[in-house]
């Protein structure tokens, strides 16, 4: 590593083009979109439209800002799970997080608490649904230490058995639902960016996970270390079984957060991460940040197509993602393929 | 042994026939009955509940689905599941000659099982405002109600006309009719709701989507400035009601929200068709048209009283 001392400018080199990249596509999904109103309304010395403005402020500004920062959340817990586990097809959602949090969601959902008037019918859902994560989180850390030790295996097998387990439970919850309930269940799992998230919350959970990433990304070398196994790193002077529990609580939290604001998006936390180690190298430090404008930048996307494909409909955005961003990733693995020999 | 259709519809109408002569059984797929009494019906179509108390033929039903809750009494009945998968041995055990059912891919299954049972089952599709006549025909024959069918019709019929009688020449209003709001989902054209606005002088700003119940994106909706929303997501019994801004605060450069022209419903107040269609459109009307119509009431924006409501 200390061969390559232009890591840190290739960090700001990558950090400034995926930001601007960023920018570009926020800027796109703000004027872009099933109607008319175009960035224009924005623009000094045009004519005044103050439907355009509140359409691209109010409307469609919000909704991007929450996607990047899912998007963001969502690829940096891929990033860390998959180092955490060196396992390529780790997500977000493999440790049991999302089971947690869909339990959560579909209780608070059963319970009346989804929808409606009042702060239990704005945050009703997303309370429960990350109070599932956390249980999930915690009980999944339990049964995974074994004499102090974090066993990476046996979280990874916790996990998907918890999952299994959580679709059990969301199936029980269905069968007791209200035709209407069952409705929302199911839209809830499906995933989708939300149009009633406000400026100030957006901006809390933006917070959040910036500060998530900025954490994860003071580990970034430790994570390096730890592709040559948990006794490499160790060798190199790594706290392995700190850095693991930092890594599945931070990810954790992240992926909560993020499941219970949006539901179940998939392909984000799975694609973006493979995606930019394809162009950008399994070098931790410039994944992580790039792993947060990336992802962002990736859902922001996908939910301009969702919402502008086929005006007025609007197509669910984990539809999008995985319909678009599936072939995109299989082609660029083949690129790679044919140029660099397998990955 | 599923009993021939052919015979079935050639039976249907005597058999109508033969009780409204007073006489007995019109029993068709089954030959249990011998104590001269109408056919025990399970019905689980929440709509045709309505229809078959509407028609007099209320103590014949001996069943229900799990969401018919109208009228009160139904409820009392025994259950025997959702409409899309009534169980098979439930609907046996209540010795059952008639099952009413919506029309739905989900139920061909247990329909088809019932059927070789020996069980008939009617199955009727409500979705539209020919469904709902075309449905209370059905029913009417098949349960020996013709004339009351057909005097129900006219009166639905009439309640109907009365409403786009009176919205001529009134101005014609946007609304947005919310089914669902996370994800948005709107009726569009097809629907009986789009219908209802057409009927009560509104136009629907989902008229172009493709499908009756649409998932639509927001802001498409909103750029086209509705003048009325209609938000009929929220089922539970403590949800907001009446005339509120609610979640839809937020958009204040759309007149519905700037002119509080926002109203929470109830949905079995507007969103399930049926025999209460013309009461549906009226309130529909007040909701367009207060200045037509009288503004709505504080009573018109819960779940539906038990029963028929008043009639035209």
Redesign the interface.
């Known amino acids: 590593m200390s061969r390559r001392p232009p890591t840190a400018a290739r960090l700001v080199a990558v950090c400034a083009a995926l930001g601007v990249f960023l920018l570009l596509a926020i800027a796109a999904a703000v004027s872009l ?5 175009g960035l224009r309304a924005l623009l000094p010395g045009s004519a005044p439209d ?2 355009a403005r ?2 691209l402020l ?3 500004l919000p909704r991007a800002l929450l996607a990047a920062v899912l998007g963001g959340s969502l690829a940096v817990a891929g990033v860390v799970f998959q180092a955490l586990l060196r396992n390529p097809l780790a997500d977000p959602y493999v440790l049991g997080v999302s089971g947690g949090a869909s339990i959560g969601g579909a209780l608070a959902l059963v319970l ?1 608490l989804g ?3 009042g702060l239990p019918g ?1 945050l009703g859902l997303p309370a429960f649904a990350f109070l599932g994560a956390l249980g999930a989180l915690v009980l999944i850390e339990r049964i995974a230490t074994v004499d102090g030790r974090l066993t990476v295996y046996t979280a990874l097998l916790t996990g998907a058995i918890f999952n299994a387990f959580s679709a059990a439970l969301i199936y029980l919850l269905q069968s007791l639902a ?3 309930q069952l ?2 269940i199911v ?1 809830y799992l499906m995933g ?1 960016v ?3 998230v ?1 400026m100030r919350a957006i901006a809390g959970l933006g917070a959040f996970a910036l500060a998530a990433t900025v954490l994860l990304f003071s580990t970034a070398r430790e994570f390096n270390a730890l592709s040559l196994g948990e006794d490499g790193a160790a060798q190199l002077g790594v706290d392995v079984e700190r850095l693991k529990r930092r890594t599945f609580v931070l990810g954790s939290l992240l992926t909560g957060l993020a499941v219970a604001v949006a539901g179940l998006v998939g392909f984000v936390g799975l694609v973006v991460p493979h995606l930019l180690r394809l162009l950008l190298g399994p070098d931790h430090r410039v994944l992580l940040p790039a792993a947060f404008l990336g992802g962002g930048s990736f859902l922001v996307l996908a939910d301009l197509l969702a ?2 494909v086929a ?6 955005i984990g539809a999008v993602t995985a319909l678009v961003g599936g072939p995109f990733f299989l082609v660029l693995l083949r690129r790679r393929h044919a140029t660099h020999g397998p990955v | 042994m599923t009993p021939p259709r052919a015979f079935l519809a050639a039976a249907a109408p005597l058999a109508a026939a033969l009780v409204v002569a007073g006489c007995s059984s019109p029993r068709t797929a089954s030959t249990r009955d011998d104590a001269g009494r109408g056919p025990r019906v399970v019905v689980v179509a929440p709509a045709a509940a309505e229809m078959i108390d509407a028609l007099g033929a209320g103590d014949s039903v001996v069943g229900v689905g799990d969401f018919v809750d109208r009228p009160a009494r139904f409820r009392e009945l025994p259950k025997v599941g959702a409409y899309d998968a009534p169980n098979v041995e439930r609907v046996l055990g209540l010795d059952a000659d008639l099952l009413v059912t919506t029309r739905s891919e989900a139920a061909r299954d247990s329909d088809t099982r019932l059927r070789a049972l020996g069980v008939e089952v009617l199955a009727l599709d409500t979705s539209t405002f020919e469904g709902v006549f075309d449905a209370l025909a059905a029913l009417g024959d098949r349960l020996g109600r013709r004339s009351r069918a057909a005097e129900l019709a006219r009166e639905m019929h009439a309640g109907l006309d009365d409403v786009s009688a009176r919205v001529v020449g009134a101005p014609r209003r946007r609304v947005l009719f919310v089914v669902g709001r996370d994800p948005l989902y709107v009726a569009g054209p097809g629907s009986p709701i789009d219908a209802m606005i057409s009927l009560a002088g509104g136009v629907n700003v989902a008229r172009d989507a493709v499908a009756p119940y649409q998932m639509v994106s927001l802001e498409a909706m909103l750029q086209r400035l509705p003048q009325v929303i209609v938000d009929t997501s929220d089922n539970r019994p403590d949800a907001l009601r009446g005339r509120a801004r609610g979640p839809w605060g937020r958009w204040a450069f759309v007149p519905a929200v700037r002119d509080a022209r926002v109203y929470f419903v109830a949905p079995d107040r507007l969103v399930i068709p049926g025999i209460r269609l013309p009461e549906m459109t009226r309130l529909m009307g007040r909701l367009i048209h207060p200045e037509v119509f009288g503004e709505p009431s504080p009573g018109d924006f819960g779940p539906a009283a038990d029963g028929r409501e008043g009639g035209p």
């Open positions: 979109g099933a109607g008319p109103a103050p439907v509140a359409i109010e409307v469609r009346g929808a409606g008037a704005t209200s035709l209407e409705h929302a839209f989708r939300p149009n009633d406000g919402r502008t005006p007025p409909m609007e197509i669910p």
